[in-house]
């Protein structure tokens, strides 16, 4: 019986009709596309009464199959889809057909860009008469969540999802959880002190009976689907009992071994061999840094073991790999600081007293290595003159061209505190002011009015090389003054360098493991920019903080907030539907070759060594079509996406190709 | 019951496909038993003026090999579709172009070029080369045209059933006589033969592939027991239709491909490539170049060494476009 195949052409208010005449292409598709029994145009197909049409004519018509050219199938799909289930259709015998983002929206000219839309259509009625009726399955939702990453965004995820009463999971690569937030003083714009808004929800979340928090661990695979993913954690060997340890210190006191801490105190302090990043450390377990121990390296000392009264030092321990279920994921991984050596004219890691912002956070902490005393390298000179260079490695074509989104408001933030404790003048040198969030604007007049000078352009040079009177000695920030529209000079003491928020190195390998992917400039991409924010284009995985962009504490803590409430909602439903176009592979072909094997982004394939044939765990597969295109032998289908439909879909879209290559073979012979 | 007829023909090809059907021994006579050989220049008498005297599909079974690269190829293919009941496309040649089909990435001027006249075999001082028509004293002579590409027998006429195989094995042969001579055929149009690949009977140990690097047949010795795919040679059984009975891969030599996609894939030069990029270990698209380059020399002749007439490609499209100018 030949299909019933019902059109329906979108206006999208003029955003298709302004450059592709829809009534026409409407009308076309009922005169020339075969099987077309219902042909449609209308102003907002995505409205009610548009998908009251759709429903209608599936009922009276009696159609079988229905086309929607409209916008992106990522946009209405599910719409419309929904449309054809209400109507007692099988959803999945529904296509789009993309006429605004492939057509209206890139195309110049009306008439060419109507032509395209024919061929668009034709291909999506050829191809919907050969898809099959799919029906989705149905899968638990594991109430447990693995957060991974307990700087603030992570913490708030798993306070949000602890306090609702659901188990979480949280997984941190450094012995404390805290973050960066835990290495800064003040925050602006209120300057209430980091540490004490911070600490309280470290050790909340370390004594919540719904927490389970692995720290000085590493998220190592994930393997699984929405609702029910399985993680391997790597919980490194602290070589300290969690289970015997109090935390009273001692070890860490008596430890020989000095080393220069690199980590939380960016250079600028010492930790022990044995050690807690920061006091307020969370949990209050020391680590034994094994390449820097006497005992690792030289076999000799073994002081801690002795000063340890539980005894709870343990040199022998090994890395222990814990496997668990969780039914979603929030990746809240934050950022790292760009390596300001990379702009050798700034000077930094040459000229001693140009400082990095993560330097200059730890300077002014009262809990950090000069007990938030600002002065310059050699410990002691409080500066009279300090340099705040915006934009180093952000808005930078040579290095990262997004905003950091956070350095304007930071380098007011540090310029009142120079004020406040120093009184040393403060230059700001800015391309742009931006502080467009709530009492941001006011904290920057506040700084206008105390006194702190403000220099548009961007630094060319940083020098101590001294050419005029009053240089000698100081460090010379070289640049042009776009105000005034001239060069300058100005000498200072110090510079502070406002290094660009960067993604972590190892950010799109974990993203790898989680089947999500990164933008261009490496940040974790959401699944809609504007209505999407926090979930991801893999269902059950959500993204919070800064590992999605640069963004302040404020907006890191709404997105975490966000992303548990995401989850919440998928554990409250209970169930999620999986789509079920999958990948299929015919047993009796399948010669176990094995190509396919590692080509599954998802692990979703296994090999059965008894029968020598790999197959594809349903649950797992996402239908990307991987290893349909591995297999050399041809016998893994996707469906919705078989041979037979693209071809069909291919000899649709050149439905004026056969008539004109006849015409060229013609010519030829 | 009275005896059947049977054809066995040859086109361009190289000959193997009639020794491997002397290859099923004391069976010929079962053969005998069946048919009354009407045509088999190879193997026995029989003249095409005779053929072409029979009536329409009088002949029970034509068993064609051979590519269609010149016009006197053309027409006994088309002669003896016309007069066969079942006309089966045997071996690589006639199946799907083989090595002749390669042919296909030159134009029939370059081919003559490097025939007649730049070969340094060759003794040729007068530059001849062969003409369709050529005029002597006597009158005009004819030669067959030389076609500017191989088609396959498939491309050129109906075919009934394809038999794989570079040349057919002789069991297969054997098989598909039997499964012809009982009446117990597949549909119509369709390969005579099994839907997997020779992996399937290839005893090798396999693993998950990672290759570094593609390695050529005399760069290494390869060890006996592990795969060869794995091992870097480039070897085609993941997408070779089983039938040999993985008889390279046995003697430790990479397959070749001659047996033709497997079913139901359109394109087999593409479904390898695409395989064989799958399992190159890297994300580096420069160390990707530099591996393809260095290991696979010869796409073409690897990937499409059997099929390229029949391929999407189906020829050089560049040379076409020269040879229409």
Same mark, same amino acid.
């Given at each position: 019986?030949?299909?019933?195949? =019902?059109?329906?052409?979108? %206006?999208? &208010?003029?955003?298709?009709?302004?450059?592709?005449?829809?009534?026409?292409? #409407?009308?076309?598709?009922? /005169?020339?596309?075969?099987?077309?029994?219902v042909s449609r145009d209308y102003k907002f197909m995505c409205s009610s009464l548009g998908q009251a049409m759709i429903e209608e004519d599936i009922r009276k018509e009696g159609l079988t199959r229905v086309v929607v050219a409209a916008c992106?199938?990522?946009? %209405? /799909?599910?719409?419309?889809?929904?449309?054809?289930?209400?109507?007692?259709?099988?959803?999945?015998?529904?296509?789009?057909?993309?006429?605004?983002?492939?057509? @209206?929206?890139?195309?110049?000219?009306?008439?060419?860009?109507? /032509? *395209?839309? *024919? @061929?668009?259509? @034709?291909? #999506? +009625?050829?191809? !919907?008469?050969?898809?099959?009726?799919?029906?989705?399955? *149905?899968?638990?939702?594991?109430?447990?969540?693995?957060?991974? =990453?307990?700087?603030?965004?992570?913490?708030?995820?798993?306070?949000?999802?602890?306090?609702?009463?659901?188990?979480?999971?949280?997984?941190?690569?450094?012995? @404390?959880?805290?973050?960066?937030?835990?290495?800064?003083?003040?925050?602006?714009?209120?300057?209430?002190?980091?540490?004490?808004?911070?600490?309280?929800?470290?050790?909340?979340?370390?004594?919540?009976?719904? !927490?389970?928090?692995?720290s000085y661990a590493e998220l190592e695979e994930v393997s699984g689907s929405v609702g029910a993913f399985k993680v391997r954690i790597r919980k490194r060997a602290r070589s300290v009992r969690e289970d015997l340890c109090t935390g009273c210190g001692a070890c860490i006191e008596k430890c020989p071994r000095k080393v220069v801490d690199n980590d939380f105190e960016v250079g600028l302090g010492y930790r022990k061999a044995i050690y807690m990043p920061f006091p307020q450390a969370v949990p209050k377990i020391p680590v034994i840094d094994r390449e820097n121990c006497t005992w690792f390296q030289r076999g000799k000392c073994r002081v801690c073991e002795k000063m340890c009264q539980p005894g709870a030092i343990d040199y022998d321990q090994q890395d222990e790999i814990i496997e668990l279920d969780v039914g979603n994921i929030i990746l809240a991984t934050g950022w790292k600081l760009f390596d300001c050596r990379k702009i050798p004219q700034y000077g930094y890691g040459r000229l001693a007293n140009v400082f990095t912002n993560m330097e200059f956070e730890r300077l002014c902490n009262a809990a950090g290595p000069t007990s938030g005393k600002i002065v310059l390298r050699d410990g002691k000179t409080e500066p009279r003159s300090v340099?705040? +260079? %915006?934009?180093? =490695?952000?808005?930078?074509?040579? %290095?990262?061209?997004?905003?950091?989104?956070?350095?304007?408001?930071?380098?007011?933030?540090?310029?009142?505190?120079?004020l406040e404790k120093t009184g040393a003048e403060v230059y700001s040198f800015y391309i742009d002011m931006r502080t467009n969030q709530k009492?941001?604007?006011?904290?920057?007049?506040?700084?206008?009015?105390?006194?702190?000078?403000?220099?548009? &352009?961007?630094?060319?040079?940083?020098?101590?090389?001294a050419r005029m009177p009053g240089e000698e000695g100081k460090l010379i920030i070289q640049c042009e003054d776009t105000l005034l529209g001239r060069q300058r000079r100005i000498p200072v003491d110090m510079v502070i360098l406002m290094g660009a928020l960067e993604p972590q190195a190892d950010a799109k390998e974990l993203g790898l493991k989680c089947g999500i992917s990164c933008s261009m400039a490496g940040w974790?991409?959401?699944?809609?920019?504007?209505?999407d924010p926090?979930?991801?284009?893999?269902?059950? !995985?959500?993204?919070?903080?800064?590992c999605q962009g640069a963004k302040d504490i404020p907006a890191a803590v709404a997105q975490g907030a966000a992303a548990a409430a995401r989850v919440m909602g998928m554990i409250t439903k209970g169930t999620v539907e999986i789509e079920p176009v999958v990948a299929s592979i015919d047993e009796e072909g399948c010669s176990g070759c094995r190509i396919?094997?590692?080509?599954?982004?998802?692990?979703?394939?296994?090999?059965?060594?008894?029968?020598?044939?790999?197959?594809?765990?349903?649950?797992?597969?996402? &239908?990307? &079509?991987?290893?349909?295109?591995?297999?050399?032998?041809?016998?893994?289908?996707?469906?919705?996406?078989?041979?037979?439909?693209?071809?069909?879909?291919?000899?649709?879209?050149?439905?004026?190709?056969?008539?004109?290559?006849?015409?060229?073979?013609?010519?030829?012979v | 019951m009275s005896k059947g007829k049977l054809a066995i023909y040859w086109a361009a090809s190289c000959g193997g496909c009639e020794i491997s059907i002397l290859g099923i021994q004391e069976k010929i006579l079962e053969v005998d038993k069946a048919f009354d050989i009407v045509l088999f220049p190879c193997g026995a008498d029989g003249k095409v003026r005779e053929v072409e005297k029979l009536p329409d599909k009088s002949i029970d079974l034509c068993l064609f090999n051979g590519g269609i690269r010149t016009s006197e190829q053309e027409y006994m293919a088309r002669l003896l579709r016309a007069k066969s009941r079942v006309l089966v496309a045997f071996g690589s040649c006639a199946h799907e172009g083989c090595v002749p089909g390669l042919g296909n990435l030159h134009t029939r001027k370059e081919i003559?070029?490097?025939?007649?006249?730049?070969?340094?075999?060759?003794?040729?001082?007068?530059?001849?080369?062969?003409?369709?028509?050529?005029?002597?004293?006597?009158? $005009?002579?004819?030669?067959?045209?030389?076609?500017? $590409?191989?088609?396959?027998?498939?491309?050129?006429?109906?075919?009934?059933?394809?038999?794989?195989?570079?040349?057919?094995?002789?069991?297969?042969?054997?098989?598909?006589?039997?499964?012809?001579?009982?009446?117990?055929?597949?549909?119509?149009?369709?390969?005579?033969?099994?839907?997997?690949?020779?992996?399937?009977?290839?005893?090798?140990?396999?693993?998950?592939?990672?290759?570094?690097?593609?390695?050529?047949?005399?760069?290494?010795?390869?060890?006996?027991?592990?795969?060869?795919?794995?091992?870097?040679?480039?070897?085609?059984?993941?997408?070779?239709?089983?039938?040999?009975?993985?008889?390279?891969?046995?003697?430790?030599?990479?397959?070749?491909?001659?047996?033709?996609?497997?079913?139901?894939?359109?394109?087999?030069?593409?479904?390898?490539?695409?395989?064989?990029?799958?399992?190159?270990d890297s994300n580096d698209p420069e160390e990707v170049e530099r591996i393809v380059r260095e290991g696979l020399p010869d796409p073409v002749g690897t990937l499409y060494r059997f099929s390229l007439a029949s391929s999407l490609l189906r020829r050089s499209s560049r040379q076409a476009e020269a040879a229409k100018a």
């Open positions: 019986m030949a299909e019933r195949v =019902g059109v329906y052409v979108c %206006h999208c &208010g003029s955003n298709i009709a302004g450059m592709v005449d829809c009534e026409a292409v #409407a009308r076309w598709a009922k /005169e020339n596309v075969s099987d077309v029994a992106s199938p990522h946009l %209405h /799909e599910k719409t419309f889809r929904r449309a054809c289930s209400n109507a007692g259709l099988n959803p999945y015998l529904m296509q789009m057909c993309n006429i605004r983002e492939h057509v @209206s929206w890139v195309a110049q000219e009306r008439d060419p860009a109507t /032509e *395209k839309a *024919k @061929s668009l259509i @034709s291909a #999506a +009625v050829a191809r !919907v008469k050969r898809q099959e009726p799919l029906e989705p399955m *149905k899968v638990g939702v594991n109430p447990r969540t693995l957060v991974v =990453g307990g700087g603030i965004a992570g913490l708030q995820a798993t306070l949000e999802l602890a306090d609702a009463g659901y188990p979480v999971v949280l997984v941190e690569r450094s012995p @404390s959880i805290g973050g960066h937030m835990a290495q800064f003083d003040k925050t602006f714009p209120t300057l209430d002190c980091s540490a004490c808004i911070l600490t309280p929800k470290m050790s909340e979340a370390y004594q919540h009976e719904n !927490v389970t928090l692995y340099a705040i +260079v %915006h934009c180093v =490695g952000s808005r930078d074509k040579n %290095h990262n061209e997004h905003c950091s989104a956070v350095c304007c408001m930071a380098a007011l933030k540090f310029g009142h505190l120079v009492m941001y604007e006011e904290f920057y007049c506040r700084l206008l009015e105390e006194g702190m000078h403000f220099i548009r &352009g961007r630094v060319a040079e940083i020098t101590d090389a974790y991409t959401e699944r809609h920019p504007k209505l926090v979930a991801t284009m893999t269902d059950g !995985v959500f993204v919070a903080g800064a396919c094997n590692n080509m599954c982004p998802y692990n979703a394939i296994e090999y059965d060594a008894g029968r020598n044939v790999s197959r594809v765990i349903t649950a797992l597969c996402k &239908g990307c &079509g991987t290893c349909v295109a591995a297999c050399p032998a041809g016998v893994i289908t996707g469906s919705h996406f078989n041979n037979e439909q693209i071809g069909a879909e291919i000899e649709g879209i050149l439905w004026d190709a056969r008539a004109a290559a006849g015409r060229g073979a013609a010519a030829a | 003559f070029e490097t025939n007649y006249h730049d070969s340094p075999s060759l003794d040729n001082p007068g530059g001849t080369e062969p003409h369709h028509e050529s005029s002597v004293p006597e009158g $005009t002579l004819h030669l067959p045209e030389f076609y500017d $590409t191989l088609k396959t027998l498939g491309q050129t006429v109906p075919v009934d059933y394809y038999l794989p195989g570079c040349p057919p094995e002789s069991e297969r042969i054997w098989e598909a006589l039997e499964a012809i001579l009982t009446g117990q055929l597949p549909p119509p149009g369709s390969v005579i033969g099994v839907n997997t690949t020779v992996c399937d009977v290839c005893k090798r140990k396999r693993t998950e592939k990672k290759i570094k690097a593609f390695k050529r047949t005399w760069e290494v010795v390869p060890d006996e027991e592990t795969c060869l795919l794995e091992q870097g040679l480039v070897c085609c059984g993941p997408a070779t239709r089983a039938g040999c009975g993985a008889l390279c891969p046995q003697v430790n030599s990479p397959c070749i491909g001659c047996y033709g996609p497997n079913g139901g894939v359109e394109d087999y030069g593409a479904r390898l490539m695409s395989a064989l990029a799958s399992v190159i």
